[in-house]
């Protein structure tokens, strides 16, 4: 069964503080994004990576940066956490081909910053 | 700027009762999926549409891209309270997964 693990379901941290979440994939899969997903909003693009080390920033990139170091994991990190970055964070990843590749999902991350 | 647009936006009916839901956009996609998102869980996808027209059928689930690929519906016949959740479309805008948009949602309620 395929499978994407975010490292925590829950989360509350401190304004100013490093945040750091974890996405593991088993599926051998290139492509890795982490979206936000907040109310009438839909899920928005923070980044996304299409191999290790490689990264591309999504639509809402400001206040984030990730890591690619090993092609099963890739990481979000919050730089210094801030109140507008309490969310869902969905990290997903996919196989790289062209119309309709299905994206994988894990269970989400509700990150609180207080 | 939203490109991707839902309606409606909540929806509460009784068990056994039809609905549809749209997906509407201004732009052209080359390919929309739809994904069904359960409370506390990460989204799951039901159907990819490719072809403009395109119907597909997923149990008692419809699925229909328009002719224009620019908007799709879902339809649900005989709706049972395992359909509730947060359903959302998601359009691709190029060739590649990286440009994929996802609507707001809608968010149905099946009462038993």
């Known amino acids: 069964d395929v499978k994407v693990t975010q490292s925590s379901r829950y989360l509350v941290k401190r304004t100013g503080e490093k945040v750091f979440l974890e996405c593991v994939q088993d599926?051998?899969?290139?492509?890795m994004f982490w979206y936000r997903q907040d109310p009438g909003l839909g899920l928005r693009l923070i980044y996304f990576?299409?191999?290790?080390?490689?990264?591309e920033k999504g639509d809402i990139p400001e206040g984030y940066s990730v890591s690619r170091e090993k092609k099963e994991r890739f990481s979000l990190i919050l730089e210094s956490a801030s109140t507008n970055q309490t969310s869902m964070y969905l990290c997903?990843?996919?196989?790289?081909?062209?119309?309709?590749?299905?994206?994988?999902f894990g269970q989400g991350t509700r990150l609180t910053v207080v | 700027t939203q490109l991707l647009e839902q309606s409606p936006q909540f929806l509460s009916i009784q068990e056994g009762e039809n609905l549809t839901v749209y997906c509407n956009s201004s732009?052209?996609?080359?390919?929309l999926q739809w994904y069904r998102q359960e409370p506390g869980e990460g989204p799951v996808l039901l159907v990819t549409?490719?072809?403009?027209?395109e119907v597909k059928k997923l149990k008692r689930l419809t699925f229909q891209f328009g002719d224009a690929r620019k908007d799709s519906s879902l339809h649900i016949t005989a709706a049972q309270p395992g359909d509730t959740g947060l359903y959302l479309c998601a359009g691709a805008q190029g060739t590649s997964y990286d440009k994929v948009i996802f609507g707001p949602g809608t968010s149905l309620s099946v009462i038993p």
């Open positions: 997903a990843s996919s196989l790289r081909k062209y119309r309709g590749t299905e994206a994988f």
């Open positions: 732009s052209v996609f080359s390919s």
């Open positions: 549409v490719v072809t403009g027209g």
């Open positions: 990576s299409y191999d290790v080390k490689m990264k």
């Open positions: 599926m051998d899969h290139e492509n």
